[in-house]
């Protein structure tokens, strides 16, 4: 009755972990919120990290040129970024030990954004920059998982294989 129980309390806690945040009210990908801040009407952007940031945005006409130029640059600091942060031995670990849930749990991990590094920048960069570094990271980490996967699942299959016959000679 204990064994059934824990795979019971196990299958709930993944599947709560997998489809958690699609509950409603639960999270929110960015929100647009307007406060009035001494009489003055103003428009904050709220982000999801891994902790809720306000950014305050600025009403300023922006050329399709000069958006695709800011974009252009808040994908290439973000793609650097991501590859220069990224802990390639955790994920492929994860991958290893974990060879089936490593992979899920590797797109299901919401990446810590830097926040230092946009401060200063438009609300347009920020969007773009955010995009793409979480983009680029699932990427990154997903690819490690799965090599880890490819690695350990042999491995396991097989210690696996020899403490099944250990046990029954």
Not at 81 to 100: E, M, Q, R, V
Request: with cysteine; net charge positive.
């Amino acid at each position: 009755m204990k064994i059934n129980l824990r795979f019971n309390l196990l299958g709930f806690l993944i599947i709560t972990f997998i489809f958690g945040s699609y509950m409603s009210g639960f999270c929110q990908e960015s929100e647009r919120i307007t406060a009035e801040v001494d009489g003055r009407s103003k428009k904050y952007d709220v982000i999801e990290t891994k902790r809720y940031e306000i950014i305050e945005v600025q009403d300023s006409p922006v050329t399709p040129e000069a958006l695709k130029s800011v974009a252009e640059q808040a994908v290439a600091d973000a793609e650097k970024d991501a590859a220069a942060h990224f802990n390639k031995t955790l994920w492929f670990s994860t991958g290893c030990f974990f060879p089936l849930i490593g992979p899920i749990f590797s797109q299901r991990h919401q990446p810590f954004m830097p926040t230092a590094r946009v401060l200063g920048k438009s609300p347009e960069y920020v969007a773009f920059y955010y995009d793409a570094y979480k983009v680029k990271t699932k990427k990154i980490q997903f690819n490690w998982a799965l090599a880890g996967c490819i690695v350990g699942a042999p491995i396991e299959a097989y210690l696996i294989t020899v403490l099944y016959r250990a046990t029954r000679d």
